[in-house]
């Protein structure tokens, strides 16, 4: 999706290079970044248009005669008109719910050293899990990740002792929830919708509850209470230490 007209926006400064054909090779760096999100087919728009479901699609903007993706498109379900947008920030966020990520970074600060910390995201995954009591419905969102810590802050021979890295394996923890909360509070405040599929699993894990809430679900949702549980491992660090 795109802001103003489409035809403006896949204008290219290079002569030559077909505008389809460059995004695609955005989406083709998926494994870098936590900032763009899966391609929408046009089977799943469709399926999701006949459902009523909220959902996103990739934001695509013109910068200075070169087409970039920034950001994501809230889609409502029941109007299915344009609801609001994530800038790329969140859109890290939507990433670590939806737990599809293949790459990209989280920088946080550890205190004790002053240092910034990079963590490079090797694999993520989700699970969403709803809870029923009574009438009251709630979620528990996991998330898991492995990855290495970047090399370029390292200044010290002992600073891959355990405690350290377990203190750096919190810190990115501490981010990644940071990131999660913020958009799930935009999501459920500004825009009262389900874009990531909270209610997919309410369906499939408690299908007659879901019947009662379906019709009218991004208006339940919004109330929903929402857990986090945020578990990252370091497998693997930078080649600078000398240890390594």
Known sequence: ISKGRASKTLEL??????????????????YRT????????????????????????????????EVKFAGAAVIKGKTKKLGGFFNEIEVEGLTWIIGKGKGGVVKS????????????????KSRITPHING????????????GRLSENWITSGNAFENKFLKRVEKNTEKEIKRLVKNVVEKMQEEYEADVVGFGNRLKMENPKVWEKVKKNWDQTFSKVPITYNIEVTIKDYGAS???K
């Open 34 to 65: 936590t900032r763009i999100l899966s391609p929408m087919s046009l089977a799943k728009l469709e399926g999701k248009m006949q459902s009523g479901s909220s959902f996103l699609l990739q934001n695509v903007v013109a910068a200075n005669g």
């Open 241 to 243: 230490d000398s240890n």
């Open 109 to 124: 600060f550890d205190k004790q050293t002053g240092q910034l910390l990079i963590y490079e995201v090797e694999s993520m």
């Open 13 to 30: 400064k290079e002569t030559g290079e077909i505008p389809s054909f460059r995004l695609f090779g955005i989406v083709d760096n998926q």
């Open 135 to 146: 009438k009251n419905i709630s979620f528990n969102v996991k998330i898991e990740s492995e």
